[in-house]
């Protein structure tokens, strides 16, 4: 890895006038704000985002902001506010719900979040630079990560920011107040979400590691301390989980997954195949030295992290999938390779294919939403909603549909069973305690062979409907349920009297 103290301007080179490549590299910063915009095509042309945990998050944001006007949520909810690690959207609804209302909101949000990254990925590029090169044009591949389509939102938009606070950490290297700008900005990436504070962080680190003037010196473990001060509320407990995972078995065997799922969206095909044009480029750059180790070393880091970091750390999943794809986009911009327009329009035309696939699965897949939300048509207000999806245990796309039923908590204030509310590890609760009603009771993971079959389905015996997504059909339901709207994939049942099994002789 090479380094360089100071942001670097190329020569115009031989025959190249100064004037030739001052328009080429404007060209260059107004193709990242196009591919910045063109990022979020996909939430434009969806009536709601298709990501799998959005419509928890969604009746989260709702019970939230409800401050118990609601009777039927105050029945069914409770929801308890504490600064934590893990706040970025829900601190954006607040302002933003009043003006736009609640889904609207949340789908705004969604676009703005890789139109924000993306220029993120321009103002690092420019800070180190003053120029764009390939490395950055093929970051914006990773913009729709896998973190990003499963809809882990906060930690989304945590990157962002952490990108743009270490574009600021460098332009401001020379300014000695530094500090006193840097200090509050770690706290807001913070309260986006801590694992964006821990990338921004590594990058800071990588960034001061390769100035350093030897082995032995000791600057670089310092010069971040500005950043250091969101320890302070996790040391005191605030908003800390200590729950660590790192799965029950095949650790090993997991964490290769999530190396080469590290571009996972729609095709396997075409992701594994975007994954290996990407490397062969870092490797390359790697080769030629053409790799800045400004922010190379955080590469490295990360990638060491991501095989280190327990998949279930501070109450939220996957911990160490999202550093996965984080990565690849910091080794990307470490890629330092100023090359002609034609390889930078090679680069972008590698976002731009994956940004058309994901609009066109994203566009199918809402008018699949606009079938199967028709079911709360006939869900009266404050009904109770068992929710059962069918998944199939090997599939290599993300199913849009996982977390489906929590519109019925938007749309009709239901208690439903697929929400994001357990006790000590998310702010949303469920007042009833005595059976389990919450995420995941609504997966119903299904072999090639395996029948299902909703008599068994727990759940319903809590509700006064089931509300079945999956392409796969159910061979029975329960007994005395009365099918009262249905789509190709979906169907909703009325439900007989539900039996409380802590008091078998009455009807729940």
Known sequence: MHASAQPETVEAGPGRSSETYKRTRHEAVWMGFVLSCLAMLPAIVAWTPQMTDYPSHLAGYKIMLDHGHDPFLTRYFLFKWHWTGNLGVELLMVPLTPILGLEAAGRFIVAVIPFLTGMAIMAVEWSLRKRVGVGAILAFAMIWSPSFLMGFLNYSLSIAVALFIFAAWVRLGNWPWRWAVMIPAGFVVWLCHVSGWGVMGVLVFGYEWSRRSGWRDWRPFLKPWPLIFPLLPMLLGVGANTKVSYGRWGVLEYKWQILYKAMRSYDKVFDITSLCLVMAVVVAALIIRRFDGRVGWAALILLVLTLLVPRQIFGGDYADYRLSTTALLVACLAIDWPVPRWGLALAGLLFSARIAVTTVVWYEDAQTSRQLIGALDHVPEGARVATAVAIPRQQ?????????????????????????????????????????????????????????????????????????????????????????????????????????????????
């Open 396 to 508: 290599w796309l993300f199913g849009p549909f996982e977390h489906f039923g929590s519109y019925a908590v938007v749309r009709r204030s239901s208690m439903e069973n697929s929400n994001f509310a357990l006790p000590d590890v998310h702010m949303l609760s469920m007042r009833e305690t005595r059976y389990r009603f919450n995420d995941p009771t609504q997966r119903i993971l299904y072999g090639e062979n395996q029948r299902i079959d909703l008599r068994k389905f727990k759940p319903a015996r809590h509700a006064d409907y089931l509300w079945f997504i999956g392409t796969k059909a159910p061979i029975a339901i329960p007994d005395g349920a009365r099918i009262v709207y249905a789509t190709p994939n979906s169907f909703l049942a009325r439900l007989p009297d539900s039996v409380d099994l802590a008091n078998p002789g009455n009807g729940s």
